[in-house]
């Protein structure tokens, strides 16, 4: 049984488009996240969410627009894509609220930006 | 503020060498540490963690210890082989839900 799992694992696209990546984990978790991972590894969280509220919201540009409908869901949609977009983005959950501790990672989600 | 600073990859070694990875951090108190790998393809998991000072975290021949005199996680392994090639990212749990990264550091074993 996956416990993150992320579609689409692959998305190939052209600059202008606008596209979502969805997220779901079983793990009865009530906080999730979206990392960005440059072509260097480099992690970059963007995102949180904690029983449906937003609590982290990093320097991302407002064309990204992350949606949770519910604990188990975290869905993140790119407006106007940028080839600067190009990334590996993850999902990952976690419970312990703000005492987080272990972080489940999804498979990631490659974007390609042509 | 809370900091994570990893050395800087690739590191490459022969198979059955033996293995470093430098992490210090800078933190207010005593933070739980962990390591986290990602193999090539997939997502991080966590590989080992500790929770207080001298602890020693341990988990597939891998091992760190906490040192708050030093503020080090440093991750050692006695004898690397070819499947331990991967991404290993030090982090220490901050505050308001979020874990600090440090920039990962990519292991190379060669045959």
């Known amino acids: 049984d996956t416990a993150v799992s992320q579609t689409p694992k692959y998305l190939v696209t052209q600059m202008g488009n606008d596209k979502s990546i969805k997220c779901e984990q079983n793990?009865?978790?009530?906080?999730m996240y979206w990392y960005k991972q440059d072509s260097k590894k480099f992690l970059k969280i963007m995102f949180s969410?904690?029983?449906?509220?937003?609590?982290i919201n990093e320097t991302v540009p407002n064309r990204f627009s992350p949606k949770s409908p519910d604990k188990a869901h975290l869905n993140l949609h790119i407006n106007s894509l940028e080839l600067g977009d190009s990334a590996v983005y993850f999902c990952?959950?976690?419970?312990?609220?703000?005492?987080?501790?272990?972080?489940?990672f999804g498979p990631g989600t490659r974007l390609t930006v042509t | 503020g809370n900091s994570v600073t990893q050395m800087e990859g690739p590191v490459t070694l022969s198979e059955e060498a033996f293995l470093t990875i430098n992490c210090t951090y800078t933190?207010?108190?005593?933070?739980?540490l962990f390591w986290y790998v990602q193999y090539p393809g997939e997502g991080l998991q966590l590989l080992l963690k500790?929770?207080?000072a001298d602890d020693k975290g341990s988990n597939k021949g891998f091992e760190a210890t906490y040192r708050k005199e030093t503020t080090s996680f440093h991750l050692e392994k006695g004898s690397v082989q070819v499947s331990d090639s991967a991404v290993y990212f030090c982090?220490?749990?901050?505050?308001?839900?979020?874990?600090?990264w440090g920039a990962g550091t990519k292991l190379i074993i060669k045959p």
């Open positions: 933190a207010t108190g005593y933070p739980s």
């Open positions: 969410y904690n029983n449906k509220e937003l609590i």
């Open positions: 990952a959950s976690t419970l312990g609220g703000r005492r987080v501790d272990e972080q489940y």
């Open positions: 793990l009865g978790h009530d906080t």
């Open positions: 982090a220490l749990r901050g505050n308001n839900y979020q874990l600090i």
């Open positions: 500790a929770t207080k």
